[in-house]
């Protein structure tokens, strides 16, 4: 009577585990904290960047605009008359500005300083905002317009019309907003202009001496690298 045999794994083995045989590896990034760390940092990076610069310029753009219509009545009849987002508040433009400057800032400062511009930067979105939308509702510039056009200090003013640029310049404020706090939560990861060894300077005497420690006499591609550089590699190896 004969007994059977198990077939033969393909790679020669018998069927079963192996106690040998490796286990399949996970990914390269897989449990690796610090991957998605530096994956979030530059999402946040290009989306603080895209929020504050369509931010600020929805602000700047929605100043010269028509916020507000109305009509001016005085004993001859009525006068249309108009009042621009600048007449009404120049808020949102000026500190549009200055979020954009706060928003290229933030790359050339670290550590402390960095919070400093991004908290700054949060707190100029938030202020175009609440001035934006308070802008909507302000007759002022169009009464001071109607006075202006009838002549007449005591005109007043019909049926006041918004129109969306006030909204606009909120969305522009809230945008910003977004880019100060992403600049909170993620600028500790962000690249710095100032640490980056393509902006510091070091004297010309300086890396002049580095470039000749660097040469070895007995090394001909360093002959030759020093050669290509302009230099006598043999200055100072005598």
Do not use: N
């Not at 690796?32 to 603080?48: D, E, V």
């Not at 919070?115 to 001071?144: E, H, K, M, P, Q």
């Not at 606009?168 to 992403?182: H, I, K, Q």
């Amino acid at each position: 009577m004969t007994s059977s045999t198990p077939a033969p794994d393909p790679d020669g083995t018998e069927g079963g585990p192996h106690p040998g045989r490796p286990e399949a590896e996970p990914a390269p990034d897989a449990g690796r904290p610090g991957a998605s760390r530096s994956r979030a940092a530059r999402t946040a990076l290009a989306a603080a960047l895209l929020c504050g610069a369509v931010g600020a310029a929805l602000a700047l753009i929605s100043a010269g605009q028509t916020w507000s219509t109305s009509t001016a009545e005085f004993a001859q009849g009525q006068v249309p008359v108009s009042a621009e987002g600048g007449d009404v508040t120049g808020l949102p433009s000026a500190l549009a500005l200055v979020g954009l400057a706060a928003l290229v800032a933030v790359f050339a400062v670290r550590r402390a300083g960095r919070r400093i511009v991004a908290g700054l930067l949060a707190l100029c979105g938030a202020a175009v905002l609440a001035s934006a939308l308070l802008g909507a509702d302000d007759t002022g510039a169009l009464s001071a317009e109607a006075a202006k056009t009838s002549g007449l200090t005591d005109s007043g003013i019909g049926a006041v019309e918004v129109s969306a640029w006030p909204y606009v310049s909120a969305v522009g404020g809230a945008l910003l907003l977004v880019a100060g706090l992403l600049a909170l939560r993620y600028g500790a990861g962000w690249p710095s202009m100032s640490g980056s060894a393509r902006y510091e300077r070091t004297p010309l005497r300086q890396r002049a001496a580095a470039r000749a420690r660097r040469v070895d006499p007995d090394r001909p591609e360093d002959l030759w690298k020093a050669l290509d550089r302009g230099e006598d590699p043999t200055h100072g190896t005598a």
